[in-house]
Every structure is written in C-alpha cells, then in structure tokens.
C-alpha cells in the first residue's frame, strides 16, 4: 500500500511539474508573441530591403549595399557581436534587356513578342540574335523520341506544374530540373537554345528566372524561361505550323568575388560553445526585389533577434542569426558557414531557415531523428495557437543544408502556406507589395517560439 501511495504521489509531482512547465512555456511564448506583433520592424525593415536596396544578385552593388545594411541591423537589434563572414561569390550578369520573337512561316503573321527572362547562369546569345526553329517535348522522354530532330533546333520544354499536388513544393521539385539540366540535355542532341515553361502555376504571364547547371560534357547554349501565357500560345501555335523563334540574351560571368554571410549572436548562458543557427539567405535574383524570396526570412531573424533583446531573453544555448550569401546561384554562402564551422571544431545542436516566402505560417519540417521528432511533437500545442500546427518529416533549408551533411545536424524549416508562393518565385512581381505585414510576423513567432523551446529543452540525440 505504501508503495503504491508513493508511486502515486510522484506521478502527480510529474504531472505538475509538466504542466507547470506548459504553463510557463506558454506564457513566455505569448509574451514573446505580443512583442512582435506590437512592436515588429520587421515589415518597415523589408520595405528598405526591397525599395532602398532592391534586387541583390551575388556579386553586384545590390548584393554589397544588403550586406552594410543587414550588419546594420543586427547591431540595431542588439546582438552581443555581429560580423561578416567572408566568401568567394561567383558573379554572373544579365547584361541587358532579354528578347524573344515568334516567326511564322506564313505571310499572316508579323514577329510577336514572347515574354521571357534568360536563366540564371547561362550565356547569352552574343551580339547576333540567335535565330532557330522551335521543337516541342513535353519530358526528357519526350526529348529521347525526337533527339533526331532537334540538331540546330531550340528546344521548347513545355513541362508543367502538377496541380494534383497540394503542397507546391513538389510540383517545383518535380517539375525544376528542365531548368537546372535542360540546356545541357538538349544540346547533348545538337540544340542550340532553350526555352524552358517557367517554374509556376501563377494566372499571369510574368517569366521566372532560377540558375540553370551546364554538363562540361555538352556545349553551353542560351536558356530562357517563359511566361506561362506565352508558353501555351507557342505550343497551340506548333501544332499548327513550324515557327522560328529569335532569343537576345547578354548573360555571361565575370571572374568571382568577395561577399559576405551577416551574422549576429546571442551567446549562451550556460552552454555557449553549442550553437543554434536560424536565418535565410540575403542574395535574390536580379529581375526582382526578393521580397518574399528570401527577403522574407532575412527580416523574420532580424525580428527574432530583436524581440528576444527586447523582452530580455537570455539564451542557455549561444544563437546565431546569419543572413546567407549566394543561395541562388552558388550555395556559396551555406557552404562557408559550415566549412569554417568545421574548421573551428564547433558545436551545432540545431539549425532552423525560413526560405518558403512571407505567407501565413503552417508549420514545420523537420531532419532529426525519430526520438528529437517525438520530442518536438510534444510541442506543438505550445506553437499551433500561432499558426504552426502542421509537424513533418523531412525539411530544412538550402542554406542549412550544408551543415546537416558535414555535422548531421538537426534541421528545419519553416512551412508557410505554399499557394502562391510559385506565383511569385524568381519572377519580377516579386514585390514588397506581394507580402501581408501580418503574415510575415506570424511567421517571426512561430519561428521564435520553436527556437525558445529547442533553447530550454535541447532535441537529444
């Protein structure tokens, strides 16, 4: 009997104890929550990003003026230090205005202009327009079928998004490796350009750029992507009469340079040589203001890093908030971060990106271990009142990337509501004026909420 009794008793100090620790969870998230939302500068920071600063490609005078002001900001927000981590980034320039023309065989038809973008990484087209028939394939499947047809020819990938799949994401994965390995498949066959159905399932005819990857084995011929509208009038057109199209592109490399990861830090009360990483990247491409890539999660750690100054949050843990250089066409900004981290021997328990877009928060995806996801379940009551109550498998961030496969890392990402994002992506109306003020600052709690709780608990093994 007293056995039992003993045992009940300290079932129900357990019990208490967990509740009391819920209870003091949720109370210094809500805290935590009133501070962004009453005092965010995250907004009014992106507006100076995307309208002071606007597109910052690696290497270019944007990409130099993002990173004086991100190590600005982290100063302003009240990092124990704040520095910049020096990078080679490479620096490819699109050199002028991008064209293409449909040219029909017919006597009905004048030159009509084609909306299109060159890829990001390509080479242009020299000073004489490049001028080639059109052939059609729907998959590199397709492609193997009329790889007889297409020598001297431009080859159209007319691939696109699956809208069978709701999170849009996979259509993007499914869908971007006739951008990234189109070129070169094509001119394995003898093509001399390609024009590639750009990577969205938007209702307008905006052309989305995004790096494209030359085999050394093939020849390097232009790439551009092409509004969606454009793309299924030039198909209907192709089944009806051959068309020439005429593309003018000025793409090409200069020699690399130096840029610069921004990082600011908190260091840890208690365990200040194991570190937690949070951050997005500072480069976008250059047809557009990044706002909600990656603009968007550069202000969320910004904000985050100011709210726990502000309301006095002394991390157990030390916490790095980096603004990443070069995601989009080099990962050479990721790449150093771990790299040197390696180098230093350091200690990284966790790393956490926001790089879906400043949409309405949804939830989390997480690379950990079985036994660190059951851990993270247990809080997500904790987190779900502020919009991230969806959990998953599998998630993180191209910038993070790195250290999970140098450390094996624990990583995760933010999951914000994925609908329009791809409406946006790479595109030039990807515009201050595409982010809800609001949106973007649940998506700086949710963020903060997940960081506070890995602090105070820590993921285990």
Same mark, same amino acid.
């Given at each position: 009997?007293?056995?039992?009794?003993?045992?009940?008793?300290?079932?129900?100090? !357990?019990?208490?104890?967990?509740?009391?620790?819920?209870?003091?969870?949720?109370?210094?998230?809500?805290?935590?929550?009133?501070?962004?939302?009453? +005092?965010?500068?995250?907004?009014?920071?992106?507006?100076?990003?995307?309208?002071?600063?606007?597109?910052?490609?690696?290497?270019?005078?944007?990409?130099?003026?993002?990173?004086?002001?991100?190590?600005?900001?982290? $100063?302003?927000?009240?990092?124990?230090?704040?520095?910049? /981590?020096?990078?080679?980034?490479?620096?490819?320039?699109?050199?002028?205005?991008?064209?293409? &023309?449909?040219?029909?065989?017919? @006597?009905?038809?004048?030159?009509?202009?084609?909306?299109?973008?060159?890829?990001?990484? #390509?080479?242009?087209?020299? #000073?004489?327009?490049?001028?080639?028939?059109? !052939?059609?394939?729907?998959?590199?499947?397709?492609?193997?079928?009329?790889?007889?047809?297409?020598?001297?020819?431009?080859?159209?990938? @007319?691939?696109?998004?699956?809208?069978?799949?709701?999170?849009?994401?996979?259509?993007?994965?499914?869908? @971007?490796?006739?951008?990234? /390995?189109?070129?070169?498949?094509?001119?394995?066959?003898?093509?001399?350009?390609?024009?590639?159905?750009?990577? #969205?399932?938007?209702?307008?005819? +905006?052309?989305?750029?995004?790096?494209?990857?030359?085999?050394?084995?093939?020849?390097?011929?232009?790439?551009?992507?092409?509004?969606?509208?454009?793309?299924? $009038?030039?198909?209907?057109?192709?089944?009806?009469?051959? !068309?020439?199209?005429?593309?003018? &592109?000025?793409?090409?490399?200069?020699?690399?340079?130096?840029?610069?990861?921004?990082?600011?830090?908190? &260091?840890?009360?208690?365990?200040?040589?194991?570190?937690?990483?949070?951050?997005? +990247?500072?480069?976008?491409?250059?047809?557009?203001?990044?706002?909600?890539?990656?603009?968007?999660?550069?202000?969320?750690?910004?904000?985050?890093?100011?709210?726990?100054?502000?309301?006095?949050?002394?991390?157990?843990?030390?916490?790095?908030?980096?603004?990443?250089?070069?995601?989009?066409?080099?990962?050479?900004?990721?790449?150093?971060?771990?790299?040197?981290?390696?180098?230093?021997?350091?200690? +990284?328990?966790?790393?956490?990106?926001?790089?879906?877009?400043?949409?309405?928060?949804?939830?989390?995806?997480?690379?950990? #271990?079985?036994?660190?996801?059951?851990? !993270?379940?247990?809080?997500?009551?904790?987190?779900?009142?502020?919009?991230?109550?969806?959990?998953?498998?599998?998630?993180?961030?191209?910038?993070?990337?790195?250290?999970?496969?140098?450390?094996?890392?624990?990583?995760?990402?933010?999951?914000?509501?994925? /609908?329009?994002?791809?409406?946006?992506?790479?595109?030039?109306?990807?515009?201050?004026?595409?982010?809800?003020?609001?949106?973007?600052?649940?998506?700086?709690?949710?963020?903060?909420?997940?960081?506070?709780?890995?602090?105070?608990?820590?993921?285990?093994?």
């Amino acid at each position: 009997m007293l056995s039992f009794i003993r045992f009940m008793v300290l079932f129900l100090l !357990v019990v208490i104890q967990s509740a009391w620790a819920q209870t003091t969870d949720s109370v210094f998230i809500k805290n935590l929550a009133d501070e962004i939302l009453l +005092h965010a500068r995250a907004y009014e920071q992106l507006t100076y990003l995307t309208k002071q600063i606007g597109p910052r490609l690696a290497g270019s005078a944007g990409m130099v003026k993002a990173e004086q002001w991100g190590l600005k900001e982290m $100063q302003k927000a009240g990092a124990d230090k704040a520095w910049g /981590q020096e990078c080679l980034v490479p620096h490819w320039v699109r050199g002028g205005v991008d064209k293409a &023309t449909a040219l029909f065989a017919s @006597n009905d038809k004048k030159g009509i202009p084609l909306d299109v973008v060159a890829l990001g990484n #390509s080479i242009g087209t020299g #000073s004489t327009p490049l001028r080639a028939e059109v !052939v059609e394939v729907k998959s590199f499947e397709d492609l193997e079928i009329k790889k007889e047809r297409v020598k001297g020819k431009i080859v159209f990938y @007319n691939y696109p998004f699956n809208p069978t799949y709701v999170r849009t994401f996979q259509a993007y994965g499914d869908a @971007n490796k006739y951008r990234g /390995q189109g070129p070169s498949q094509a001119a394995k066959y003898g093509a001399v350009g390609t024009i590639v159905r750009s990577m #969205s399932h938007g209702t307008n005819n +905006h052309p989305h750029t995004g790096a494209t990857r030359y085999d050394s084995l093939y020849n390097k011929i232009p790439a551009v992507a092409i509004g969606l509208e454009d793309a299924d $009038q030039l198909s209907r057109w192709l089944t009806k009469e051959s !068309v020439q199209v005429q593309i003018k &592109t000025n793409g090409h490399f200069l020699p690399d340079t130096i840029g610069h990861n921004v990082i600011g830090e908190l &260091t840890g009360t208690e365990f200040p040589d194991e570190i937690i990483t949070v951050g997005g +990247h500072l480069d976008s491409w250059d047809n557009c203001e990044g706002a909600h890539d990656d603009g968007a999660g550069c202000v969320q750690t910004l904000e985050i890093l100011r709210a726990f100054k502000a309301i006095g949050y002394r991390p157990r843990h030390t916490i790095r908030f980096v603004l990443f250089a070069n995601e989009e066409n080099g990962l050479r900004g990721g790449s150093k971060y771990a790299e040197e981290a390696k180098q230093k021997n350091e200690k +990284h328990i966790f790393a956490l990106e926001s790089d879906a877009g400043g949409f309405t928060p949804r939830g989390f995806g997480f690379t950990i #271990s079985d036994a660190q996801y059951q851990k !993270v379940l247990g809080w997500q009551s904790l987190i779900a009142p502020y919009g991230c109550s969806e959990f998953s498998r599998g998630g993180g961030g191209a910038d993070i990337g790195p250290l999970n496969r140098t450390f094996n890392t624990p990583v995760a990402g933010l999951q914000p509501d994925s /609908q329009r994002y791809f409406d946006y992506h790479h595109a030039r109306n990807d515009v201050l004026e595409a982010v809800n003020k609001r949106e973007l600052e649940l998506g700086a709690i949710n963020m903060a909420a997940l960081l506070y709780l890995v602090d105070r608990y820590g993921l285990g093994q």
